[in-house]
C-alpha cells in the first residue's frame, strides 16, 4: 500500500494500541502500556528446545511473555481485534530480523530492509471454521515490512479437535497429523518463515515444520507474537 493512501486511511481509522485500544495519534508506542510491555519483552528472543517441542524448527523466536498485558493483546487480536494490530505486531516481528522503522504521520515506515531471512513466509493454517485468521494478517505485514513473499501453503485437516483448551500433553497428540501441504511447488527448495501468533507447546508449529520440510523446504524457523512459558506464566 502506497504511504499516502495509508495516512488517509489512518485518518478515517486512526491507529491504535494493540493492547489496550487507545488511539495513538503520531505515536507508534502507548504511554500507557510501554512500562508493562517493556517488561514482557523476550531477550533474547529465542526460544530454547528445552521448554517448547520444537525439533524440526531451525530457529524459533517471539516478540513477548505470554502473560499479563501481552496477553491480553494476542487474544484481543485473535479474537478479531481492531485490524491494525497485524501492521504493529508485523512490525515488532520485522525488527527481530533487523528492520529500522520511523515515524511517519502515526505510521511505522521501514528505513532498512535487512538481509532476507527467509525465501518465503508462510502463515500457520487456521481453522476452517475462521473467517478471521491472525496468523496470515501477520504474514502478510512481515512480507511488506521485509520484502519477502508470502503464501498460504498450509491447511488444516478435518476431524481434528481444537487446541485451545487442551493440556500439553493433549496439545501435542492432536497436533500430529492436523496440518498438511496444499501446494508443495512454492516450498521446494525455499528457506520458510513460519508465522503464528502464540507458541504454547511448540506442537502445532512442529507439526507445520514436519510438513514443510517433508515438502522439501530446506529449512523452517518460526516466529510468533508471544510464547507461553507453562509452569511460569500462570504465576
Known sequence: MKPAVQRMLDLVYPPRCPFCGQVLGPLTECPDCAAQLHRLVLRPPHLPET?????????????YRYKGLARGGVLRFKKGGHPDAARWFGAQMATLFGCDFAAAYGTMQAERLPLAPADLIVPAPSSHRRTWQ??????IRLSRATGVPWQDVLKKMPGREP?????????????????GVVRQQPVAGRRILLVDD?????GTANECARVLLQAGALSVDLVCIAASFPGRDDM
Do not use: S, W
Request: charged fraction near 25%.
Open 163 to 179: 487446541q485451545e483448551g487442551l493440556n500439553g500433553k493433549d496439545r501435542l497428540r492432536n497436533a500430529r497429523g492436523a496440518v
Open 51 to 63: 521448554e517448547f517441542h520444537i525439533d524440526n524448527l531451525g530457529r524459533a523466536a517471539a516478540l
Open 134 to 139: 491472525p496468523a496470515r494478517l501477520l504474514a
Open 198 to 202: 502464540v507458541i504454547t507447546t511448540g
